[in-house]
């Protein structure tokens, strides 16, 4: 039975109509630097709205515009600001929606996570979820066709997101983006000392980053623990700030985008 997840911050972090959404993820895409070295494996991008963060975000998925056809899967890992969960929660829908239309979920790969302790089902934790819905209108402008497996992350051990990578790592079809902002609402010097320390740690697959460095600390600490077995190598696209962007600086949110890429193909 089909179960469709509805946005629930269209309007809020994006825009609600289709062709105005389409052109500004284009903007920002055709603003952001020209896509260099090769392919990423994974991502890391900020959440907020686009106005805020979506320049930084759009480099990351800047990366993506040779791969169009090539990737057919991605692995979504955000953290929960509404629902507070144990472990990774996946939703019991079929397929989410934005203005651009669904995107179908990658049923059969989430069916294979049931017997893994730290999974749990839950529609609830993801119905006002922002952290995960903001990316997938810049999934589905660069992307033809891709099935989505979409993981909101609570309290969980590097271990534990590390292992759910791991049975879903697949090959160059599948892509791994992390949601996640830095610091929030430090003073503008503050924060900047904050997040480039955060992206130190993140630069040098240190897995100890706390959720007061980084909403998506959880995630995080897994893709980095996940990279380090693995080899992969990151590198910082952007860090800013909304002080940088479309904010004040008395009060801001830090924003980052990562790469990172399989060191036997550099």
């Not at 998925?61 to 955000?78: H, S």
């Not at 049923?107 to 302790?117: H, S, T, V």
């Not at 791991?166 to 003073?187: M, N, Q, Y």
Request: hydrophobic share 45%; with cysteine.
């Amino acid at each position: 039975m089909t179960h469709v997840r509805p946005p629930a911050v269209v309007g809020a972090f994006y825009p609600g109509d289709p062709a105005e959404l389409s052109a500004v993820v284009d903007r920002l895409l055709g603003n952001a630097a020209l896509p260099t070295g090769t392919p990423p494996k994974a991502l890391i991008a900020p959440h907020a709205g686009y106005i805020y963060s979506g320049a930084t975000a759009a480099l990351a998925y800047a990366l993506l515009t040779p791969l169009r056809r090539q990737i057919t899967r991605v692995v979504l890992l955000g953290p929960t600001h509404r629902v507070a969960v144990d472990g990774l929660a996946l939703p019991e829908s079929t397929s989410f929606a934005t203005p651009l239309g669904q995107v179908p979920l990658a049923l059969e790969a989430m069916d294979k996570l049931r017997d893994l302790p730290q999974i749990v089902f839950s529609d609830r934790v993801h119905a006002q979820e922002h952290s995960l819905e903001v990316h997938l209108p810049f999934l589905q402008r660069q992307l033809d066709n891709f099935a989505l497996l979409p993981l909101a992350v609570g309290h969980a051990r590097p271990e534990d997101v590390a292992e759910v990578l791991d049975r879903l790592w697949g090959g160059p079809e599948t892509l791994i983006v992390v949601s996640s902002d830095l610091s929030h609402f430090l003073p503008y010097a503050q924060a900047n000392r904050v997040d480039d320390e955060t992206c130190r740690q993140i630069l040098h697959l240190d897995t100890t980053i706390q959720p007061q460095q980084a909403c998506g600390a959880f995630p995080i600490n897994g893709l980095l623990l996940a990279a380090r077995r693995r080899g992969l190598s990151p590198q910082l696209l952007q860090r800013c700030n909304s002080g940088d962007t479309a904010g004040d600086r008395n009060r801001v949110v830090g924003y980052a985008a990562f790469a990172f890429r399989e060191n036997d193909h550099v």
